[in-house]
């Protein structure tokens, strides 16, 4: 069955660095989802892209995140610089499409900042 | 926008026992409601989904009920295993919102033996 996958799995960085991950979706899944989930919460959405295009970022930290999805299938998630704050899971998602379709989440992940 | 209340945050059971995880949701426009199992260290797997224009659905030991007008959705688990202790989360979304799930805060279920 395909998944969604993530790299790394793991990241530690100490504050003021950058740091970057990496997602690639299922085949054929139109739509790409990065969250954030701090322990203890549900994940939040950050941003989403249709194909290459970023439809929602309302709530990516756009003075730190950047995100981009250059040819439609994998993306990139950076944040320059990290802060204490920024430590938690990052989890990517992808669906077959934007409209109540299902999402499947890949493994994540986890960013601790010293 | 959306906001997803979900209780209880933690849910103790015995084996065999069942399990009810509840949520509520502040947006009459969302029209669909997915619920996650979340091992710990591992991905979200979605367990069921409804959408609004039903109001039941089961699949074998898991069901979930939808009361549009009380805007409430509600998780069912029968005959709780040991493998069944984990995260359980509930989420939001709508048509036109571009599927943005909204999720609730989690229930740490435990089955105990």
């Known amino acids: 069955e395909a998944e969604v996958a993530q790299s790394p799995r793991y990241k530690i960085t100490e504050k003021s660095q950058a740091v970057a991950f990496w997602c690639d979706p299922i085949?054929?899944?139109?739509?790409l989802y990065w969250y954030r989930q701090i322990l203890g919460q549900g994940p939040e959405l950050l941003v989403q892209f249709q194909d290459e295009s970023v439809v929602d970022d309302s709530q990516l930290p756009k003075d730190r995140f950047s995100a981009e999805r250059l040819k439609g299938v994998d993306s990139t998630l950076k944040i320059q610089p990290a802060e204490l704050g920024d430590s938690a899971m990052y989890l990517c998602?992808?669906?077959?499409?934007?409209?109540?379709?299902?999402?499947?989440f890949g493994p994540g992940t986890r960013l601790t900042v010293l | 926008g959306e906001n997803v209340e979900q209780h209880p945050s933690t849910l103790s059971v015995q084996e065999g026992d069942s399990a009810v995880i509840k949520c509520t949701y502040s947006?009459?426009?969302?029209?669909?409601f997915p619920w996650y199992k979340q091992e710990l260290g591992k991905r979200p797997q979605l367990i069921i989904d409804i959408r609004s224009n039903v109001g039941e659905k089961k699949d074998q030991r898991i069901a979930v009920t939808l009361n549009k007008t009380a805007k409430h959705f509600s998780l069912h688990i029968t005959e709780t295993q040991p493998e069944d202790s984990a995260v359980y989360f509930c989420a939001a979304s709508m048509t036109g919102g571009g599927n943005k799930l909204t999720f609730g805060t989690g229930t740490q279920l435990k089955v105990e033996l």
């Open positions: 998602a992808s669906s077959l499409a934007s409209k109540v379709d299902t999402q499947y």
């Open positions: 085949s054929g899944h139109a739509t």
């Open positions: 947006d009459s426009a969302s029209n669909y």
